[in-house]
């Protein structure tokens, strides 16, 4: 049998195990409660992570131009 099928194969056992299906269902709500806990005691981390996007877009677009001001700077 190939890697392909008996992955497949072990996926398929996998997704009819009670087991498995209550562990999915216990740690996603795990998840789920950890990361509203999180975000009411620092709500300002979802505004961050905005910015933080926002400026890697910015970086992105200008790469070039930031590895040569970079390299300029260090020289």
């Known amino acids: 049998m190939s890697i392909s099928k008996d992955y497949r194969k072990q996926l398929k056992d996998a997704a009819g195990s009670d087991r498995i299906r209550l ?6 709500q795990s998840y ?5 806990n999180a975000l009411k005691k620092f709500p300002h981390t979802v ?13 992105i ?8 001001e970079a390299s300029s700077n260090i020289e």
């Open 23 to 28: 562990a999915l269902a216990r740690a996603i």
């Open 32 to 36: 789920r409660m950890n990361t509203n």
């Open 47 to 59: 505004k961050m992570a905005e910015e933080v996007r926002q400026i890697k877009e910015h970086s």
């Open 61 to 68: 677009q200008h790469m070039l131009q930031l590895v040569r």
